[in-house]
């Protein structure tokens, strides 16, 4: 069930993101300072106008002055409503442009407008730091913003008791008479039926789970939940990194912060926040305790002991080999750069993977290139190539699911494991490469749907894994970190 989600989930961001390309705009999340005054004296309700009903909002308009698409722009039920409806311009397009929604859902919405539009989620739930403004007889929080780059203005709202998130966005002339018209005839009609959201990060119950054993086959795969001294709460399900320093230093690279951890035992234990000069979101460690940080658009920067010692241009994201003298830089395409540090400085060669089309992960260790990635069919795999190029062999997944995004793999002394996000897998080869089977993330940690966004060897040859997780009762999601051994 979890792989057919797993596809079925792919298929629709690629629907998604297809629709991007289509006339009808997306929100923008670039927001300016919210704003939290009402923009204008209260407007009457035009005499004569027409009156749109729904069973979550009414609207009295002129219909003189507004239109909409009754079949594409209109919709309605118990739980949701939305109606687009416009000022035409003269030509074509519009002059002004509202949409109002209204949801009977959970709060996970309405605190993502939060997040995205400039609220500070906890002065707004606690400290009560914001001014409303009543919009269709609801207090609305508002904030003035661009949708794809045209100037807008949003109101939006959560009543708690009845379970419904309130939108409005407007486009166009917002501070027009004419608007102030429409919204002075808008009403929202919500029902109290005793909802209660689900806990504010503050109040929610960190994430936890217990030790356990999962078997492929007649191994035995151990799985135990390492605590991180305050949880780390974020909202990027993806972007996340981790490396482990010699010493039992663990270097954990989060919402663009870089924090260090003593693995103390059964823990990670805080120490401090790591400066660094740029905005990363690959690491890797060295052998003599040196920190690799790069990403697109930045330099491949060396840190020692906290130090910048070395900075090269013109890389992209780049993956170092232990040593430290070599590495790969590379983008999404199978065109990338070999690298060589020496004597502080930085030579480069091309270097081309020809069985691959698109990368989405690139890993090196002491013996291999892995790189995660589609070929011209679009079909995943893991190809493991020597320093040199040289292809070695080809991993693959079950015979009918094959592999959905690989985002960490390592050489273990068995063979390979590799942590499949997508498919929420972990995934066992033998030493030539052959499949051995896989194992669901329930299975092996207890987990519900988590995205895996990384690991690093530990020199007992067990794995740090970390991966982002929903919490049991909905308050946040966190980055947690297990480590894998058996294999």
């Known amino acids: 069930m979890k792989k057919l989600l797993a596809l079925l989930l792919a298929l629709c961001m690629l629907l998604t993101f297809a629709a991007c390309d289509t006339d009808e705009p997306n929100p923008s999340n670039e927001a300016t300072e919210p704003q939290t005054n009402q923009p204008s004296e209260p407007v009457e309700v035009p005499e004569n106008g027409t009156k749109l009903e729904t069973e979550l909002f009414n609207l009295t308009y002129d219909a003189d002055v507004w239109t909409y698409d009754a079949e594409d722009d209109f919709y309605h039920d118990e739980e949701y409503a939305k109606l687009l409806i416009i000022v035409p311009a003269e030509d074509e397009g519009y002059e002004i442009n509202v949409e109002i929604r209204v949801s009977i859902e959970d709060a996970e919405s309405f605190r993502s407008y939060l997040d995205s539009y400039g609220f500070d989620a906890y002065e707004y739930a606690v400290n009560n730091s914001y001014d409303f403004v009543t919009i269709g007889g609801f207090p609305c929080l508002m904030q003035e913003g661009n949708y794809w780059g045209e100037p807008c203005l949003r109101y939006f709202g959560r009543d708690e008791a009845a379970g419904a998130t309130v939108f409005v966005e407007i486009l166009g002339d917002y501070n027009s008479a004419t608007t102030q018209q429409l919204l002075a005839g808008l009403e929202f009609t919500l029902t109290d039926v005793g909802n209660v959201d689900f806990p504010w990060p503050w109040d929610g119950e960190p994430f936890s789970a217990e030790n356990r054993t999962a078997m492929l086959g007649n191994i035995a795969i151990n799985s135990q939940w390492i605590p991180i001294s305050d949880p780390l709460v974020t909202k990027e399900t993806f972007e996340h990194a981790v490396a482990y320093a010699a010493g039992g230093n663990v270097y ?44 697109f658009m930045e330099p491949l920067s060396c840190y020692t002991d906290g130090t910048l010692v070395a900075s090269y241009e013109d890389t992209d994201s780049v993956c170092m080999a232990p040593d430290g003298t070599w590495g790969i830089s590379w983008f999404s395409s199978n065109e990338c750069q070999k690298i060589t540090i020496s004597g502080g400085n930085m030579s480069t060669q091309d ?33 493991v190539y020597n320093p040199d190029g040289t292809l ?4 693959d997944g079950d015979s009918d699911w094959g592999l959905g995004s690989v985002t960490f793999v390592a050489k273990t002394a068995n063979g390979f494991m590799g942590l499949d996000a997508n498919m929420r897998e972990l995934v066992f080869w033998s030493a030539d490469g052959t499949y051995l089977g896989s194992l669901e993330d329930g299975d092996v940690f207890g987990t519900s ?6 690991g690093a060897v530990l020199p007992d040859g067990s794995i740090l894994v970390i991966m982002t997780e929903d919490r049991a009762d909905q308050s946040a999601m966190e980055l947690v970190a297990f480590q894998l051994s058996g294999f």
């Open 252 to 295: 954990i690279l989060t919402d663009g912060v870089l924090k260090r951890y003593t693995m103390d035992g059964a823990e990670l234990v805080y120490d401090s926040d790591v400066a660094v000069d740029g905005e990363f979101d690959a690491i890797q460690v060295s052998n003599d305790g040196s920190l690799w940080l790069s990403a």
């Open 392 to 395: 070695v062999m080809t991993l």
């Open 351 to 383: 270097m081309i993977f020809a069985e691959v089309d698109t990368i989405s992960h690139l890993m090196v260790d002491n013996s291999y290139i892995y790189v995660c990635g589609s070929n011209l069919d679009g079909d995943h795999y893991v190809f």
């Open 449 to 454: 749907y988590p995205w895996f966004c990384g």
